[in-house]
C-alpha cells in the first residue's frame, strides 16, 4: 500500500513540475521564412491567394478550412485549424525603390493552449515547418521566374 501511495504522489509531483516548467514556454509560437522573387505582387498574390494552387507549391497539408482573415494588396493571412488550437499564415510582399524584384516573407503564428505536451511539442515546431517553409518559397519562387 505504501508503494502505490508513494507511486501516486510522485506522479502528481512529477506533473505538476513539468506543468510548471511549461507554463515559461510562451503561448505563441512564430516563424518566418522569406525570399526574393523578381515578379509582381499580383503575381505572388494569385498563387498565393487561391488555395488551389497551392499544391503546385506548398508542401504542407492543405486544410479545407481556411478562413481568409485579410487580403490587402501588401499582405494576406488566413486562419488554419490546427489540432486543438489554430495557426496564422501570412505572406508579406516587401518592395525596396531601386530593385527589379520583391521579398516575399511567410510567417506562421501558432497559438498554443496551457498543456504541457503542446508547449513542449512547440519547441519542434522550427524543425518540422521551417524546411517545409523554405521549399514552399523555392518552388514559388520557380514558379512565379518561368
Not at 502505490?4 to 509531483?13: D, E, P, Q, R
Request: with cysteine.
Amino acid at each position: 500500500m505504501r508503494f502505490v501511495k508513494l507511486a501516486v504522489i510522485s506522479f502528481v509531483l512529477l506533473f505538476v513540475v513539468i506543468t510548471l516548467i511549461s507554463l515559461f514556454i510562451p503561448s505563441t509560437v512564430k516563424i518566418s521564412k522569406a525570399i526574393n522573387i523578381h515578379t509582381s505582387p499580383d503575381s505572388v498574390w494569385s498563387k498565393v491567394g487561391n488555395k488551389q494552387s497551392w499544391p503546385k507549391w506548398n508542401r504542407l497539408s492543405i486544410n479545407e478550412q481556411i478562413d481568409w482573415i485579410k487580403k490587402e494588396h501588401d499582405e494576406h493571412i488566413a486562419r488554419i485549424p490546427a489540432g486543438s488550437s489554430y495557426m496564422l499564415s501570412g505572406w508579406r510582399c516587401i518592395l525596396y525603390s531601386g530593385t527589379d524584384s520583391l521579398t516575399v516573407q511567410w510567417y506562421l503564428d501558432i497559438s498554443l493552449k496551457w498543456y504541457p505536451w503542446e508547449k513542449f511539442r512547440s519547441l519542434l515546431f522550427e524543425k518540422t515547418y521551417g524546411p517545409e517553409m523554405e521549399q514552399g518559397l523555392t518552388n514559388l519562387k520557380i514558379l512565379l521566374e518561368k
